[in-house]
């Protein structure tokens, strides 16, 4: 398995921007591809989104397309998820995963971060 770790979470107000980071080690990084998903208090762990592990192929959530950019740096094993225009709504434990194929659904990763709480105020 391949050891995930978050950072980059914290309190924004309604329209600013963070950037999360997701530190991996263990394996061969740029063998897998990358994902974020997200959990708010009370509802299930939904996708966000998702990059190939050579970067040829992502996909991004409608909820958060257009506000919302993925990539990732193999050299530094590190994926970043950039977000912007940030609603009350995005608030919620974020999360990267890793797997051998890529996916938009909780199944398809076998690694999981911890998470890093992004708070959106109004």
């Known amino acids: 398995q391949v050891q995930l770790v978050e950072s980059g979470g914290g309190v924004v107000q309604a329209g600013g921007s963070l950037r999360l980071s997701c530190a991996a080690s263990?394996?061969?990084?740029?063998?897998?591809?990358m994902g974020w998903f997200r959990q708010a208090p009370g509802k299930e762990r939904e996708f966000v989104a998702a990059i190939s592990s050579n970067s040829g192929a992502t996909y991004t959530a409608g909820s958060v397309k257009g506000r919302f950019t993925v990539s990732r740096d193999n050299a530094k094993n590190i994926v970043y998820l950039q977000m912007s225009s940030l609603k009350p709504e995005d608030t919620a434990v974020y999360y990267c995963?890793?797997?051998?194929?890529?996916?938009?659904?909780?199944?398809?990763?076998?690694?999981w971060g911890q998470g890093t709480q992004v708070t959106v105020s109004s």
């Open positions: 995963a890793a797997s051998r194929r890529m996916g938009t659904t909780p199944d398809v990763f076998g690694s």
């Open positions: 263990g394996r061969t990084f740029s063998n897998y591809a």
